[in-house]
């Protein structure tokens, strides 16, 4: 008797540690260089596709913010982002999908704190409840890269964003479409 369940402890046991080896904690992994580290680390996901990811700005919060994604479409799958920061002040990438009628450059700006939350009035930041995938903390700083991979991306629209107070205001936003 104490036998049998022994063994159908064991076996138990063995169905809870092979469930949780086939099963992924996580959506996303990174990895960081910095100019100084002489090049760029990526992790691409087997079978994925790369998109690079610039982020600028010509004097910080008194100049001129983009963000360009390149390809803006991509298939459904792994997509490892490459972020670079080629401005003079910190910046990151979020990757945000879209509800059906959001438009990714007409975003409502009225969040504001870390993590960013709604607010009545002073919101600088966009609401990250359909964040899927980000560069992480810390921001990066001007000079650095970050490496990121999201799996099992599906067909939708998306938008990639800084959401460093201003910065998406500013122009740190852009399209990316998974068909």
Same mark, same amino acid.
């Given at each position: 008797?104490?036998?049998?369940?022994?063994? +159908?402890?064991? =076996? +138990?046991? =063995?169905?809870?540690? +092979?469930?949780?080896?086939?099963?992924?904690?996580?959506?996303?992994?990174?990895?960081?260089?910095?100019?100084?580290?002489?090049?760029?680390?990526?992790?691409? +996901?087997?079978?994925?596709?790369? !998109? $690079?990811?610039?982020?600028?700005? %010509?004097?910080?919060?008194?100049? @001129?913010?983009?963000?360009?994604?390149?390809?803006?479409?991509?298939?459904?799958?792994?997509?490892?982002?490459?972020? &670079?920061?080629?401005?003079?002040?910190?910046?990151?990438?979020?990757?945000? &999908?879209?509800?059906?009628? $959001?438009?990714?450059?007409?975003?409502?700006?009225?969040?504001?704190?870390?993590?960013?939350?709604? !607010?009545?009035? /002073?919101?600088?930041?966009?609401?990250?409840?359909?964040?899927?995938?980000?560069?992480?903390?810390?921001?990066? &700083?001007?000079?650095?890269?970050?490496?990121? %991979?999201?799996?099992?991306?599906?067909? /939708?629209? #998306?938008?990639?964003?800084?959401?460093?107070? &201003?910065? #998406?205001?500013?122009? @740190?936003?852009?399209?990316?479409?998974?068909?």
């Amino acid at each position: 008797m104490a036998r049998t369940r022994l063994v +159908a402890l064991g =076996a +138990a046991l =063995a169905l809870v540690i +092979a469930v949780t080896a086939c099963s992924s904690s996580s959506k996303t992994s990174t990895s960081n260089t910095s100019a100084a580290g002489g090049g760029l680390t990526t992790s691409s +996901a087997a079978g994925g596709t790369t !998109v $690079q990811v610039v982020v600028k700005d %010509t004097n910080g919060l008194n100049g @001129m913010m983009s963000m360009t994604v390149t390809p803006s479409t991509v298939p459904a799958g792994n997509v490892t982002f490459v972020v &670079k920061n080629e401005g003079t002040i910190d910046h990151e990438a979020v990757v945000l &999908k879209l509800d059906p009628g $959001q438009v990714w450059d007409k975003l409502p700006t009225d969040y504001a704190g870390d993590p960013p939350a709604k !607010v009545a009035s /002073g919101g600088d930041k966009v609401s990250e409840a359909n964040n899927i995938g980000e560069t992480g903390d810390p921001n990066l &700083k001007p000079g650095e890269s970050r490496t990121f %991979t999201i799996k099992n991306m599906t067909a /939708g629209n #998306y938008a990639v964003v800084c959401n460093i107070a &201003k910065h #998406y205001a500013m122009g @740190m936003r852009a399209p990316l479409t998974v068909s």
